[in-house]
């Protein structure tokens, strides 16, 4: 297996994709039909992903992907203003993809 990717899921999204068979949220409030790919990190940008992005919420899940079980492609783009490379999942989440989904709560102003 290459290495994992990671996805940063609000917990009621997560919820909400067993009853539609797939994930389909890019980010925060917006989704894969809004923004054409889903926002990904790989294990070294996963703190700061959320630390930018979700640093006002106290509760995640994060969700641990294998990319040989997804369907459509991944690309690494720039991120705006960045040079930084992020994961992009250009198609649905399946949820067979996902290796392990944990509840991630904030401790001070860290994630654990």
Same mark, same amino acid.
């Given at each position: ?14 919820? +909400? ?54 369907? +459509? ?40």
């Amino acid at each position: 297996m290459s290495e994992p990717l990671f996805h940063i899921a609000l917990v009621e999204d997560w919820i +909400d994709a067993f009853a539609n068979g797939e994930y389909r949220m890019s980010t925060r409030s917006m989704s894969l039909d809004d923004v054409g790919f889903i926002h990904m990190s790989t294990r070294a940008q996963l703190i700061g992903t959320a630390n930018r992005f979700y640093g006002d919420l106290d509760e995640l899940t994060v969700l641990m992907i294998d990319p040989a079980r997804l369907e +459509d492609p991944v690309r690494f783009e720039a991120a705006p203003g960045s040079d930084e490379l992020f994961p992009h999942l250009y198609g649905a989440l399946p949820l067979a993809a996902v290796l392990d989904a944990r509840l991630w709560q904030r401790t001070t102003n860290e994630w654990s």
